[in-house]
Every structure is written in C-alpha cells, then in structure tokens.
C-alpha cells in the first residue's frame, strides 16, 4: 500500500499543475485547427520542420560522443574535482543560452579564437549555416546526456564490472558488453532527452548561427518571426513543437532516472 | 516561518511594484532605432519632473505591436513606421499619433571589409554574408524594398530582430554587410564603411508617436511627448542622425 500524502501537499500540488498547464492549454485555445494542414505545408513551415529534424538529431548524437565519455569519467571520480567537472559540463543547462550562442560566437565565430584558424587553414566557417545550428543545438543538449548517463553508471552495481575483470574481461570489452547494454535505459533517455533539447533550442542558435529561411531558420526560430509576421503560422509552428516534446516526454515514462 | 514570511512580503511588494505601473512612474514603448534619443530624452524628462520615473520598454516595433494587442500596458508609444500604428490605431489602443522623427535606410559595412567595398556592384559579385532586420520590421520591410530595387538577393542574409541586432553583428565584423539606419550609423562607435551612393538614403521612414487611448497619466504622457517636438528633442534627434517630420 502506498502511504498516504497530507492533504495540503495534495492541494498544492492540483494547483501547481494548473498553473503549469494553463499556458499550454492557453495555447491550445488559441490554435487554428481548420487552418492547420495550410498553414504546416508553407514553404517557410516546411523547410524549418525539415532542418529542425535533421539538424536536432545530428545534435543529439554529437552529443552522445562528447557526453558519454564525460559521463564515464565523472562516474569514477568523487569530491571536488567531481563537482567541478560537472558542474562545468552541466553549464550550459542553466546558463541563458544567448550566453552560450556568445561563447561559441567568441570560440567558433569568425574572429573566434578557434574559428578564425578554421577559416584560415579550411576555409570552414561555421556561424550562419546548418552546421553552426548542429553546434549551438548540441552545446545545450549535452549535459542532459552527462547527467543521465551518469546517473545511470553510478546506480550500476561494480560487481558485475569486477566479475567480468575477474573472468578475464579487458575494461574496454567490459565496458562494451558488459556496461552499456546494463545502462541502455539511461542511454536512450539521454538521447531522447537531448533530442527534446535540441529540438527546441532557440536563443543559442540565433546567436551563433543567426536566423536564414532554409538554411539555419529551424522550427523555434520560424516561430519567433511569425509570431509578429502571421500569428497562425507562428502558433501552428508552436503546436507541433509542444506534440513533438510531449510524446518524447511521455515515451520516456520513468526511464529519465535509471529503475533503482 | 518568520523568516519565510518576511521573504514572502518582500517579494511580493518587489513583485507588485515591478508590475504595475506605479503612479510615479511613466512606461514608454520605444522602437529599438530610437534607443539612444529615447535614453536621452527620458533623463531630460526625470530632470525636469523628478518626480516621475520613465520606464523604457526598448524592442523592434513587430514586438512592441505584438505586446500591445496582447495586452501590455503603455502610456505612449513610439514605433518606427505608420503602417504598425495603425495596427494599433485598428484596435482602438491609439486614437491619434503625430510624426517625430524621419530615417533614412543605410549599407555599412563591417570594420575589417570598410577598405575593401564601394559600391553595390562589389555587394552583388562577392559572396558575402549580409545582415537585415526581418521583414515584419520596419527597417526590414525598407531594406527588402531597397535590395530587390537595386537587384540584391537577400535570400542568404540572416535576419535579427531588429535593427540594433543588425548593427551589433556588423560592429563585430560577425557579418560583412548590414542594413540599418542612417541614424545607426550616426550612433555607431565602431569604424563602420558607409555605402554612400546606393540610393537607399530614398527609402525612409517615419516615426509616429502616440499617447495611447486608455492611459491614466494623459498629462504626464503629453509632457514627455512634447519633449521630441520642443528645442531639447529636436537637438537630440538630429544629433543623432534623424530628420526632423
């Protein structure tokens, strides 16, 4: 039997998901349905859903290459140094992300410290194209990788890492065989959740790769300019954004944290 | 629990206060290229009735608009063409608004390329990364009139949100070419090129000022209005690169 909660908190908490939700429902009210499959096949609407895709899913998979060897590596250390690691791969989480678009600006940007000599030796200038958006997009989205992902390393029993040492294992061949397919659940999460990120990015995006129709104008950013410009775009644009991020939500169920 | 009372009060008078428009204070919506004249004129304001606080809300004039039809309240409000006041006008959240200011369009280039471009010409031929505000934007709707009367494709240039966003990204050579005031170029510290002879110094804009219909402080509103048509205004304006109506 699951223990009963007071009544207070289960009054705080009704009115806690009301004022979650009236936005969203708010939003919801607004939609023009009947105009709906008119507005979702304009060229703009198109062009930035089909570049929000493949621009999100490419991000989410750099993500997974710089954030899972993070994620193993935090999961061994303790203390301090820990702390600071992730808090330092956890950053662009919670810092506004204009700052972050700043910072790739001031990295990758044309008189950036590393773009300047991209652009020099290849050629290779990333602001203002595709993949400039697959950089701001996976800049956001790795930490939900690390932290999933670590979560899940550190709720894994080393008996099963000890044992296949023990039976011979190399760790590289533990980790493959052994480790990974034992945290798939947190893999997955993190992946969806970085996704979900990414798809929505906004303010790191127009920052760093600026806001082109067709070329780096993704779904949140085409939002932002019609919503001056035609407000049903703009809100059809926010409908599908909202049904994207939900059934990623709610696909993912309880795998965001590892089963203890 | 004290302490978290003391916390609640504090915050909600924080809270109130930053909300609603107190009765000292005067909230003015601003179209973002006005941004140096209103900062100016608002301290003029403070000094000449210290007893009223002006509250600049700074944005391009598609999001001030959008702000205003969905409720935000301004007792005068500034925009950067007619056709947005009349969206207003439209929906009875201004019933009259006379002209301030005139601005012309301007092609700047960023620091690094100033030397190196003259003319359209070499805008046309170069593959090089433009600037523009989007087109709902005043200063987005001139410069997309402007680029396909003198045969510019804009359909690679990025579009900011207004036109100190533009300007900002061609400070920073983060683009090669910009499209933005000549007012813009008046304010600008950076060492900017300045396409002289392009012809968009004839696409212009005017700028309509309002009190707006349902505002309490008619009278201080009308006081900080006259403000851009007296001596004090019209210096500042042409100080900064405005015509005068």
Redesign the interface.
Known sequence: MTPQLPRLLRLAAFVAVAVVAAPLLSLLWRIPWSKLPRLLSTEVVADALFLSLWTSLAAALVALLIGIPIAFQLSRMSGLPASTLRAVATLPMVLPPVVGGAAL?FAF???GLIGETLDNAAGLVL??TPAGVVIANAFVATPFVVLTIESGLRALDPRYELAAAALGASPLKTTLRVVLPMIRSSLVAGAFLAWARALGEFGATITFA????????TLPLAV??A???DRDAALAMSLVLVFVSLVVLVSLRDKWWPAR | MRVLLVTATVLTSVFLNGCGSGSHSLRVFVASSLTEVAQHLAEEYETRYPNTDVELNIA?S??L??QMQEGAEADVVILASNSHMDQLREIGLVLESKPIAQNSLAVIVSPQLAEGINSIDDLRQRDL?I?VC????PCGALAFAYASSVGLNL???????NVKAVLAKVE????DVGIVYMSDVRSSRAQLGHLETTGADQYSTSYPLAVTADTKKTQKAQDFAALFTDEAGQSILTRFGFQLP
């Open positions: 600006l940007g044309r008189k602001p203002y600026g806001n082109i129709p067709g070329r780096t104008q932002f300019a919503m001056e410009a | 391009g598609g999001v608009v959008m990364q600037a989007v087109k709902s934007s359909s690679s240039a990025t579009r900011e949100s920073r050579d983060e683009v």
